[in-house]
């Protein structure tokens, strides 16, 4: 009986498999290092993306605070508010931020008719080049 179709066992076609398999865990592990690289690079590439973002909620959040001190003043507060006091008279509604995004208290000035919110920035340190705000100072 002449059978055309040869097992595939033989010594030769046996390396060839090992071969085949062996490549397709290299060609994997390739894969797996390109992913990891180009993550990397999209995380570098966002990563400040976010520190931007948190300064710029900071100054949203440091603007409606002191919209909120101005209805204050305006509607016959007593002296500068700190947050709390802009809560309790309503000024500034329940939710809205009274920390920075760092999660540092807003810290009000009022001089005159200047009203200054400032956030301590990223460093959390008042008075360094980081500093987020507001009035005279912060813009």
């Known amino acids: ?57 900071a100054q949203s959040d440091a603007a409606t605070i002191q919209s909120a001190v101005e209805l204050y003043l305006a509607s016959g507060g007593d002296g500068c508010p700190t947050v709390e006091e802009l809560v309790a008279s309503k000024e500034l509604k329940k939710g809205t931020a009274t920390a920075d995004p760092w999660g540092n208290d807003f810290d009000i000035e009022c001089s005159g008719d200047d009203i200054t919110v400032m956030s301590a920035g990223p460093d959390g340190q008042m008075g360094s080049d980081d500093d987020v705000g507001t009035g005279a100072s912060g813009e």
């Open 1 to 57: 009986m002449n059978n055309k179709h040869t097992p595939l066992r033989t010594p030769q076609h046996q390396g060839r498999r090992r071969k085949r398999q062996g490549m397709t865990l290299i060609e994997i592990m390739i894969v797996v290092i390109i992913m990891a690289m180009i993550a990397t690079a999209v995380g570098i590439a966002v990563l400040p993306q976010f520190s931007k973002a948190k300064v710029k909620q």
